[in-house]
């Protein structure tokens, strides 16, 4: 079946400008994550939503960054007035469920690069 | 709040060779550790993860790991690596009682002909 999927796989802004970075999760799965892979560290968690709510922002860095997940399926990461520090690679995950011993599936990421 | 090292920045191994990756993560109760591997352009695969029993852990493409819960480690090996398994690799550790994983850096591996 389809994975997780995300778009657009490459994005190249201004900073001051506003973008929206798109994820399709696994159909089915209630739970969606975003993590941020700045260059030679791991993901490290941003946002996780369980059906339609944000459950936990709490790595979201400033207000400049929101997601929303209107109908409990995609999910669109929104930030405003980018900087050149957020530029980075942004991941999405899907898990059938949430909770710690549950498999999360990673889509290919969109690279974020702010000049 | 639980958190993981990966002391290997970059690893070189020659095809054909064994393999060992170490993680260790820094947790107050059991935890859930998981290992990912990412290729170039690609998202990140699940190689295997341990929630509890055996704490040797078979996963995908040949690779084990094992939890040391006196080391808190969780190292990754494989004895005989292919060129394809050239990637970086990243230890993840979870919680019963949270959703967020906590990766490492990252371990570069290169496989020399």
């Known amino acids: 079946g389809a994975g997780v999927s995300q778009t657009p796989s490459n994005k190249v802004t201004e900073k001051g400008k506003y973008v929206e970075l798109r994820c399709d999760p696994i159909?089915?799965?209630?739970?969606l994550y975003w993590y941020r892979q700045s260059l030679g560290q791991g993901p490290e968690f941003l946002i996780y939503?369980?059906?339609?709510?944000?459950?936990?922002d709490s790595g979201l860095p400033n207000d400049r960054f929101f997601a929303v997940r209107p109908e409990g399926s995609v999910s669109t990461l929104k930030i405003q007035r980018t900087e050149r520090g957020d530029s980075a690679v942004y991941l999405c995950?899907?898990?059938?469920?949430?909770?710690?011993?549950?498999?999360?599936?990673f889509g290919p990421g969109t690279r974020l690069t702010v000049l | 709040a639980q958190s993981v090292t990966q002391p290997d920045i970059h690893i070189t191994v020659s095809e054909g060779a064994s393999l060992e990756l170490r993680c260790n993560y820094s947790?107050?109760?059991?935890?859930?550790l998981f290992w990912y591997v990412q290729s170039p352009g690609q998202g990140l695969q699940l190689l295997l993860k341990?929630?509890?029993?055996?704490?040797l852990v078979q996963g995908i493409k040949g690779f084990e790991a094992e939890f040391k819960r006196s080391q808190s480690s969780f190292n990754l090996r494989k004895p005989s690596v292919h060129w394809s398994d050239a990637a970086e690799y990243f230890c993840?550790?979870?919680?019963?009682?949270?959703?967020?994983?906590?990766f490492g850096a990252g371990t570069t591996v290169t496989v020399r002909a």
């Open positions: 995950a899907s898990s059938p469920t949430g909770g710690g011993a549950v498999e999360q599936f």
């Open positions: 159909s089915g799965h209630t739970a």
């Open positions: 939503f369980q059906g339609t709510g944000a459950a936990d």
């Open positions: 947790y107050g109760a059991t935890p859930y």
């Open positions: 341990y929630f509890s029993g055996d704490t």
């Open positions: 993840a550790v979870g919680a019963s009682n949270d959703y967020k994983l906590s």
